[in-house]
């Protein structure tokens, strides 16, 4: 049987599944998804939703094959084979950014029945930086503030956003080959980076950045007026120069910058918190059963990012958040991808 009539049959049979049910029970939407991380991020996104009259079933594509990843996820969806009561939720990758300027970009703006994260991926909600210290906090149960995580990806923001700009051009255009997003992260990589002196890493990259963006500019010549219609249509997308790590690959932000500074950072209040136990006025052997509680007590930086919902404040988080709401209020044909904030100025 092909793939496309096994989801027709699946697509049907959850709907006629739905229809066969007491008018009382409640109706079952079922999301499929990326990955395993993705299952639980989703979760907390569709939760808030659920009521008396419907709930959400988040799974992975296929428990047969084992089969994961965005490909997976859309192959049968692209096609119009989702509807109202199966729906596909995936990372936006560059897709949402793009606007259309690949096919799969196309399927994906345009199926009322796929929903994106907006932001490059889950892992850049993880690592929203107003949520950073809350982090921290949880990992550490330290509440010293010793880091501006805000003022700090602010400024790097700032520091890749016009290289950002050429990253995005260059998958727009079909020129990726010629600067990849292997050649970006490496160009943005915080190599270096310490509490102590941060903006040494942050003029680094601004650095680096600045000599790829006049390499870029002797190698694409006279492309400045498409360069600057980029850069404000990616604005008013909602990627300004200040929130250019929300868009960046998020494997690369959260495994290669945020976690590894949330480490360094962490570890600092840890050695904060040991000292003040070990000069505590107290017997040997209460020092040592104090610090043994608190060490049982901490947490693994990377384990507390992944379960950080402190994005939901974001702006992104509140497209995705107004998608969802749309979807379910019309029941037919939501209005994917509208943008709130435009709509409130419409009105």
């Known amino acids: ?30 999301a499929y998804v990326e990955s395993y991380d993705d299952i639980y991020f989703w979760r907390t996104v569709l939760g808030p939703f659920e009521n008396e009259q419907r709930y959400f079933e988040v799974m992975l594509p296929s428990k047969q094959k084992l089969i994961r990843g965005k490909k997976s996820v859309l192959m049968n969806f692209i096609e119009g084979q989702t509807g109202p009561d199966m729906i596909a939720c995936v990372d936006a990758d560059y897709d949402y950014l793009l606007q259309g300027a690949t096919d799969s970009s196309k399927k994906i703006l345009e199926s009322p029945y796929v ?115 980029l850069k404000d249509e ?38 904060e918190r040991q000292n003040e136990i070990y000069h505590a006025q107290a017997h040997k052997t209460q020092k040592y059963n104090e ?3 608190y060490e049982n007590a901490t947490q693994d930086v990377k384990t507390m990012l992944k379960k950080n919902t402190g994005y939901t404040f974001s702006e992104p988080f509140r497209k995705l958040h107004y998608d969802i709401e749309q979807y379910l209020s019309i029941g037919t044909e939501p209005q994917q991808n509208s943008n709130p904030i435009e709509t409130e100025q419409q009105k």
């Open 115 to 229: 929903f994106h994260t907006y932001v490059y991926a889950i892992e850049n909600y993880q690592c929203y930086a107003p949520s950073l210290h809350d982090v921290c906090v949880a990992v550490t149960l330290n509440d010293h503030r010793i880091f501006d995580f805000q003022e700090f990806f602010r400024l790097y923001s700032e520091a890749i956003f016009p290289l950002f700009v050429w990253s995005v051009w260059a998958y727009r255009t079909g020129y990726y080959k010629q600067f990849s997003m292997s050649d970006f992260n490496r160009i943005i990589d915080t190599g270096g980076f310490t509490i102590q002196s941060p903006l040494d890493s942050i003029d680094n990259v601004k650095r680096k950045a600045f000599h790829k963006v006049r390499e870029l500019q002797k190698k694409f010549p006279g492309n400045k007026e498409a360069y600057l219609k």
């Open 291 to 293: 610090m043994s509680c």
């Open 1 to 30: 049987m092909s793939n496309r009539l096994r989801d027709n049959i699946n697509s049907d049979y959850f709907k006629a599944a739905n229809a066969m049910k007491p008018k009382q029970a409640r109706r079952r939407i079922v």
């Open 234 to 271: 990616l604005m008013a997308m909602g990627v300004t120069p200040q929130t250019t790590y929300l868009y960046i690959q998020g494997h690369h932000l959260f495994d290669t910058i945020a976690a590894p500074i949330m480490g360094k950072v962490c570890n600092a209040l840890r050695q």
